[in-house]
């Protein structure tokens, strides 16, 4: 598999991740519409913290970091982030201090992916209404005033040198195609949120030749450093092709981003979450999470039931993981 030849990476994940058919799951589908050929990339089984797709850019921040000779990480994401509690992992594997800095208040009981975290030894910092990192800066300040030699990973692991880690995700997913797997998929959809998933796919998808139609579904209409996210988007697709040396400027209609399924709002269950993550799971024995993964699996099935796939076209749900969040959402998952 070609691999980013100039970036340190370090060894944490289980890779390829597996790749097969959900025929099961075509075969329901099928009873009301026609329905495409269905795949699934398990980044679920990626093998860091009950899997999940940020260990793809961990790989590539901490060996940046430890390049550095970084001894600490710090990052912030909301309660329930798949990203911290990956990267609370990703440092103990390293030998690394963390630090999250995580969106409200300290509940009277951890449970989900915050249990996680504190399992694997990081240091919570509650930030009130700052879940996507605004005091990051205090708080290396602080670790440095303390002697430590902190790396700031950014919100999402979304920078050029995460975005990497999905640059080589689409050559992985190349060679499974080679290798027979599965055919070229006509489209790839998964979540798209903090960019770099997004942004990684798209340039690696052009370096590795990948032609599939790549949509990405919207999770959360928030801006991101001041950018609206298709802004941020793009300039983070830039930054990372100039990254890999691709000549190539991409520009906001470059991208499919969907935002019809926002629904209530980031983190917000409602029937389409709902109905999606106990259809996967009957049908096939699969869990998606109520916030990234079973939004995005809800909006496949609408797809699908809408007629916006042929009946001939091979669609792949690429499923970024995040299970734990179920635990965390028993009551509005209750009675499914």
Known sequence: MTQPAD????????FPTPLH????????LGHDAPCPSLFIKRDDQSGVA???????KLEFLLGQAQADGCDTVVTAGAQQSNHCRQTAAAAAISGMECHLVLGGEAPEQASGNLLLDQLFGATIHWAGAHRK????????????????????????G???????GFVAAMGELADQV???????????????????THAGMVVGAEIHGITSKIHGISIDKEEHGGLTYPDWLTSLTNETAALHNLNRTYAREDFVLDERFLGGGYGVVGELEREAIALLARCE??????????????ALVAMIRAGEFAADDSVLFWHTGGAPAIFAYAKELAGI
């Open 178 to 196: 080679r290798a027979g797997v599965c055919p070229m998929p006509n489209h790839i959809v998964f979540a798209s949120s903090s960019g770099g």
């Open 133 to 156: 990192g605004e005091d990051l800066p205090e708080i290396v300040e602080e670790l440095k005033r303390r002697g430590r030699k902190p790396c700031l990973v950014p919100y999402g």
């Open 50 to 56: 009950i899997g999940g797709n940020k260990v793809r």
């Open 21 to 28: 058919p959900l025929n099961r799951l075509r075969e329901k």
């Open 285 to 298: 024995g699969i869990l998606v999470d109520p916030v990234y993964s079973g939004r995005v699996f809800g």
């Open 7 to 14: 970036l340190p990476r370090a060894q944490l994940g289980f």
């Open 158 to 164: 979304s920078s050029a040198v995460g975005a990497s």
